[in-house]
């Protein structure tokens, strides 16, 4: 059996009891990165034998863990944090064991975006959630702008690096529509900003930006602002990687 174990996005109190008890009695941990799961696993004195699975090397890997399984192995896969396979590896895993016929089961946890939604203020009854955008403006700003009569709250992860070229992105797409942006959720310094896009954005440009966030930004069923003309972006912009230099993680 292939368990797919939710695990904290930062306070490690949050782990389900479940999860633990999974975590003790497999035969084997695959982990998006070894080091991160391996604090956890020791947080809690769980000894266990790991192997990496991330998105160089999770097809590979997807082999060895099916003969595990045939063998009447049983694995638990972990990413760094929240739930497996949501933006993070275990698609190509889950098809593969599928495929196989093998059994998989999800023992559920923490998952950033369904927090972020919640203490948002927006709309909860519908949500699209997008994971993360391509990293260059102009694919960004066109991927955005597939969402651009979505009337469902739209949510959104993205790194340090690029969060501010996201929201500058959003507003040439979306128009200056409400939005909350979270920032480390369930950690001590857990932070998170509501109103326009642009005050968000003029909020965070003061600001030393570091750690994961989720932007989330109302539809149109919950924006009674006029949805602006969008002309698909430009293919000839410059990949926003160089600002990465701004900021530290």
């Keep these: 059996m292939l368990y797919l174990?939710?695990?904290?996005?930062?306070?490690?109190?949050?782990?389900?009891?479940?999860?633990?008890?999974?975590?003790?009695?497999?035969?084997?941990?695959?982990?998006e990165d070894t080091r991160k799961t391996s604090i956890l696993l020791k947080h809690y004195d769980i000894h266990k034998p790991?192997?990496?699975?991330?998105?160089?090397?999770?097809?590979?890997?997807?082999e060895r863990i099916i003969?595990?399984?045939?063998?009447?192995?049983?694995?638990?896969?972990?990413?760094?944090?929240?739930?497996?396979?949501?933006?993070?590896?275990?698609?190509?895993l889950v098809r593969r064991i599928l495929e196989e016929g093998l059994e998989v089961t999800a023992i559920p946890g923490p998952a950033a975006l369904i927090p972020a939604l919640i203490v948002s203020g927006l709309a909860v009854h519908a949500f699209t959630y997008r994971g993360f955008p391509p990293r260059k403006r102009g694919q960004r700003?066109?991927?955005?702008?597939?969402?651009?009569?979505?009337?469902?709250?739209?949510?959104?992860?993205?790194?340090?690096?690029?969060?501010?070229?996201?929201?500058?992105?959003?507003?040439?797409?979306?128009?200056?529509?409400?939005?909350?942006?979270?920032?480390?959720?369930?950690?001590?310094?857990?932070?998170?900003?509501?109103?326009?896009?642009?005050t968000i954005h003029k909020i965070l440009s003061n600001r030393s930006i570091k750690g994961e966030f989720v932007l989330l930004i109302a539809g149109t069923g919950g924006y009674t602002g006029d949805i602006p003309e969008f002309d698909g972006g430009d293919d000839d912009s410059p990949d926003d990687d160089a600002t990465d230099d701004i900021v530290e993680s």
């Design 141 to 198: 700003q066109r991927w955005l702008s597939q969402d651009l009569q979505t009337p469902h709250t739209l949510i959104f992860y993205e790194s340090p690096y690029r969060i501010l070229a996201l929201i500058e992105d959003a507003i040439t797409v979306y128009g200056d529509r409400p939005a909350a942006l979270a920032n480390d959720l369930t950690k001590f310094y857990e932070t998170v900003w509501r109103g326009p896009l642009s």
């Design 50 to 62: 790991m192997m990496a699975c991330h998105e160089h090397n999770e097809k590979m890997v997807t």
């Design 5 to 31: 174990v939710a695990t904290p996005i930062g306070n490690l109190g949050d782990i389900t009891m479940r999860a633990l008890e999974t975590l003790r009695t497999v035969d084997c941990i695959a982990s």
């Design 67 to 92: 003969g595990l399984l045939r063998e009447g192995k049983s694995v638990a896969l972990v990413s760094d944090a929240g739930t497996p396979a949501i933006s993070d590896p275990g698609f190509v």
